[in-house]
């Protein structure tokens, strides 16, 4: 792109601004910015003409679950069916790693968070330890992509790299970097980070299989004969990946996505939960329930809407393939967003000053014809680390890895 080019696609939006500093940066410099200018998806700028809205939600239905009772009564056949998918290379896993340990006083990945106290115990390595579980039962490789983000990516490739990928075959680790974002402020003019970079962010969690696809792994995919995908998030540290029940119920079940929940601590737990949404399945999240919704049961008392996700989903690549042109919902969101002021300086704002863009893993769950909700046990399953101390905090996350009997 020349710089004639990108002042042409940037004028119709008013975005001229980006190029104010064209003329005081190098060669190479300017060819980064141009290259981030043809990337730009101007057509964002039209979600936030009138304000900030959220996608509206339709008719919502409760959606039951296999439970864990019905699920102990068909283990051993369920386990059967995914060891054999597993064993013949059908399943894949992807770690949503994109995101840094801000929040929890880390200057680094989210995944490279030691969460030992007696030796060095690192998130990435013991999710790389949940998942050999699997590998040594099925005596087979599951191919494992790791979705990186811009700022992230080397830091967590070579931490891999440092770390001789926590004794995984290497030859079965892949990673991609999530595409990216801009940042934009409340009159809608996208900042700058710096004179030759704009401001943007990972493009939200719903982005995985786009990116995974950009970067040309599913055709490796394809090649090694996956059919499933098996997403989930870095923070919880006793997620089970590739879990041959969850893979067997799902293709049993013959369904084209599966989903794990946990039934909920109570009616106003903070958690989304798997639904039907106009007759599909859907995720809503608990700020989007009325009293109404959040307390509604059965004839025997049971909550309605009981069964939050926990952030591990399978998902048939057949069908992602089919839907990847489908257009998912953007959803914006206030942040503060560091930028670039007029005078050069760098402005660190205390409160929220503008919109990101995010596409959702749930929304991707809503576009599928339907979904298995497979029960699992909240205190073996489910230990996120969000927080750095209290609920859902790297003290809570340990309690639950010594009453499982993990060494740290």
């Not at 191919?143 to 790299?161: A, Y």
Request: proline share 3%; charged share 30%; hydrophobic share 40%.
């Amino acid at each position: 792109m020349t710089y004639e080019e990108a002042l042409h696609k940037l004028a119709p939006a008013g975005q001229e601004h980006l190029l104010q500093y064209y003329e005081e940066i190098n060669e190479e410099q300017k060819k980064f910015l141009l290259r981030q200018i043809e990337d730009l998806d101007l057509s964002l700028l039209e979600l936030i003409q009138d304000g900030a809205k959220e996608v509206e939600k339709g008719k919502l239905e409760p959606l039951g679950a296999v439970t864990l009772e019905e699920i102990a009564q068909k283990r051993d056949e369920y386990e059967k069916t995914g060891l054999e998918a597993i064993k013949a290379c059908k399943v894949g896993a992807v770690l949503l790693a994109g995101g840094q340990g801000t929040r929890l006083g880390l200057d680094k990945p989210k995944g490279m968070l030691n969460v030992g106290v007696n030796k060095e115990l690192y998130l990435f390595e013991q999710l790389v330890n949940n998942l050999m579980q699997v590998v040594k039962k099925a005596d087979a490789w599951v191919p494992l992509l790791v979705m990186t983000s811009e700022k992230n990516n080397e830091d967590t490739t070579k931490f891999f790299e440092e770390n001789n990928y926590f004794g995984y075959n290497k030859d079965f680790v892949f990673f991609f970097v999530q595409e990216m974002a801009p940042s934009v402020s409340y009159d809608g003019k996208i900042y700058m980070e710096e004179k030759d970079k704009l401001s943007t962010s990972p493009n939200g969690n719903g982005g995985w299989f786009s990116s995974l696809v950009k970067a040309g792994l599913l055709d490796k995919m394809e090649q090694l004969g996956v059919e499933w995908l098996n997403v989930f998030s870095v923070d919880n540290v006793l997620q089970k990946i590739a879990d041959p029940v969850f893979v067997g119920a799902t293709i049993e079940a013959g369904c084209v996505c599966g989903s794990k929940v946990v039934a909920k601590a109570n009616p106003n737990e903070k958690v989304g939960v798997l639904c039907l949404e106009d007759g599909r399945p859907s995720i809503v999240e608990y700020y989007e329930m009325t009293d109404e919704i959040i307390n509604s049961r059965d004839e025997e008392g049971k909550l309605l809407y009981n069964y939050g996700v926990i952030l591990n989903y399978l998902f048939e690549i057949k069908t992602l393939t089919r839907i990847m042109n489908e257009n998912m919902p953007t959803h914006v969101v206030e942040k503060k967003i560091p930028y670039m002021d007029e005078d050069g300086s760098q402005v660190k704002p205390a409160e929220p000053n503008g919109y990101k863009f995010e596409t959702l893993v749930l929304d991707m769950i809503h576009m599928m014809d339907n979904c298995l909700s497979f029960e699992v046990e909240r205190n073996r399953e489910f230990a996120p680390i969000k927080n750095r101390t209290g609920v859902d905090s790297l003290d809570s996350a340990r309690e639950l890895m010594r009453e499982n009997g993990i060494e740290f």
